[in-house]
T-cell receptor, first 111, second 114 residues
Framework: QQQVKQSPQSLIVQKGGISIINCAYENTAFDYFPWYQQFPGKGPALLIAIRPDVSEKKEGRFTISFNKSAKQFSLHIMDSQPGDSATYFC??????????FGAGTRLTVKP | EAGVAQSPRYKIIEKRQSVAFWCNPISGHATLYWYQQILGQGPKLLIQ????????DSQLPKDRFSAERLKGVDSTLKIQPAKLEDSAVYLC????????????FGAGTRLSVL
């Protein structure tokens, strides 16, 4: 039962470009929406997260946009760099419980 | 601050054998999670502990998987007997208690079942 749908599956962006990854969720009880970054051979690491009381959160080059009515949220990476090449996962959870991950987006930033 | 420690990093077994994975969370983290990450997919929560009690094991295949956290610190996840479809990376994560849900992940154990 896929409660968080993520797209695209893979993404290729030129250095300096904008990377955009989208997610949609089903369960309106979710109240925490993190994005994780995973490099090969490593565990996922929290990148940025948002709660549904705000529509946007920005940290450096990373921005989450959140649309509660549409049950969608997205990650924007500005000025994408080769070091950003990794797999990105969106997720959603209820408080501290029941975290559901999207299937992941493999991002490649070409120099 | 030391991160989440997992061992072994890699394990190769034959189907129907047993295997166990170990996790030591970040010191002071009361909540511990085990996830299964199949190649090309996102992590799937198997079980969540709060101290030494189980909070959620609804997605744990209990006929073959078991987990314990006896002293409320480190934890073991066991598969007995293993099937081919259990080939995956098994990730352990930990977090502080509370609504701020930052989960810190270990590097995982990559299991290959032949």
């Amino acid at each position: 039962q896929q409660q968080v749908k993520q797209s695209p599956q893979s993404l290729i962006v030129q250095k300096g470009g904008i990377s955009i990854i989208n997610c949609a969720y089903e369960n309106t009880a979710f109240d925490y929406f993190p994005w994780y970054q995973q490099f090969p051979g490593k565990g996922p690491a929290l990148l940025i997260a948002i709660r549904p009381d705000v529509s946007e959160k920005k940290e450096g080059r990373f921005t989450i946009s959140f649309n509660k009515s549409a049950k969608q949220f997205s990650l924007h990476i500005m000025d994408s760099q080769p070091g950003d090449s990794a797999t990105y996962f969106c997720a959603a959870s209820r408080g501290n419980n029941d975290m559901r991950f999207g299937a992941g987006t493999r991002l490649t930033v070409k120099p | 601050e030391a991160g989440v420690a997992q061992s072994p990093r890699y394990k190769i077994i034959e189907k129907r054998q047993s295997v166990a994975f170990w996790c030591n969370p970040i010191s002071g983290h009361a909540t511990l999670y085990w996830y299964q990450q199949i190649l090309g997919q996102g992590p799937k929560l198997l079980i969540q502990f709060q101290n030494n009690g189980v909070v959620d094991d609804s997605q744990l295949p209990k006929d073959r998987f078991s987990a314990e956290r006896l002293k409320g610190v480190d934890s073991t996840l066991k598969i007995q007997p293993a099937k081919l479809e259990d080939s995956a990376v098994y990730l352990c994560a930990s977090s502080l208690t509370g609504a701020k849900n930052i989960q810190y992940f270990g590097a995982g154990t990559r299991l290959s079942v032949l």
